[in-house]
T-cell receptor, first 113, second 115 residues
Framework: DTGVSQDPRHKITKRGQNVTFRCDPISEHNRLYWYRQTLGQGPEFLTY????????KSRLLSDRFSAERPKGSFSTLEIQRTEQGDSAMYLC???????????FGSGTQLSVL | AQTVTQSQPEMSVQEAETVTLSCTYD???????LFWYKQPPSRQMILVIR??????QNATENRFSVNFQKAAKSFSLKISDSQLGDTAMYFC????????????FGTGTSLTVIP
């Protein structure tokens, strides 16, 4: 069990650029979540996959955001035409079917200049 | 929608003392899970303790224990014998199973353990 890993740890980009983050969940976990966390706040749900199917999306996930989990393993979160308001920590988490515990990665800190 | 409220933005405790962090939640569900997560400066979210709503017995994990009051929708975390490594943000979370297993988090309590 190598835990949930996220890449990159930090990303600095200019407004209007596209960015993509990657998450590798714990291998036997079929459920994968993306959260966004801003300073002083708790994580806010963005979207959720069960295997390769994206089953739920928050209204926080605007049209500029897209997430994929093509083979039911790793996932990517892309933000197009980034805005300064997108600056946040993007957290990935995974869990198994029979285990209600959610395991988090270390997050990707995005700064949009 | 479920909401989780943590009314203490910041708290401090002397090393070796006991501190209690508060959490209340709002739900119409009868079956759910509650969690406390710790987020140290490294930003890695770490599970501290969990409680199943159908269990009346309060969960304990070493120095960490909860006071779960289902009728009051209250879920406080008690940290005994506080250690410097306990300094972190603590988030209370609610999860309703079988509906996407969405986790709802509170806004967190920043705990500082003073040497």
């Amino acid at each position: 069990d190598t835990g949930v890993s996220q890449d990159p740890r930090h990303k600095i980009t200019k407004r209007g650029q596209n960015v993509t983050f990657r998450c590798d969940p714990i291998s036997e976990h079929n459920r994968l979540y993306w959260y966004r966390q801003t300073l002083g706040q708790g994580p806010e749900f963005l979207t959720y996959f069960q295997n390769e199917a994206q089953l739920e999306k928050s209204r926080l996930l605007s049209d500029r955001f897209s997430a994929e989990r093509p083979k039911g393993s790793f996932s990517t979160l892309e933000i197009q035409r980034t805005e300064q308001g997108d600056s946040a920590m993007y957290l990935c988490a995974s869990k198994g079917v029979t285990n209600e515990k959610l395991f988090f990665g270390s997050g990707t800190q995005l700064s949009v200049l | 929608a479920q909401t989780v409220t943590q009314s203490q933005p910041e708290m401090s405790v002397q090393e070796a003392e006991t501190v209690t962090l508060s959490c209340t939640y709002d739900t119409s569900e009868s079956n759910y899970y509650l969690f406390w997560y710790k987020q140290p400066p490294s930003r890695q979210m770490i599970l501290v303790i969990r409680q199943e709503a159908y269990k009346q017995q309060n969960a304990t994990e070493n120095r960490f224990s909860v006071n779960f009051q289902k009728a009051a929708k209250s879920f406080s975390l008690k940290i005994s014998d506080s250690q410097l490594g306990d300094t972190a943000m603590y988030f209370c979370a609610f999860m309703k199973p079988n509906t996407g297993n969405q986790f709802y988090f509170g806004t967190g309590t920043s705990l500082t353990v003073i040497p």
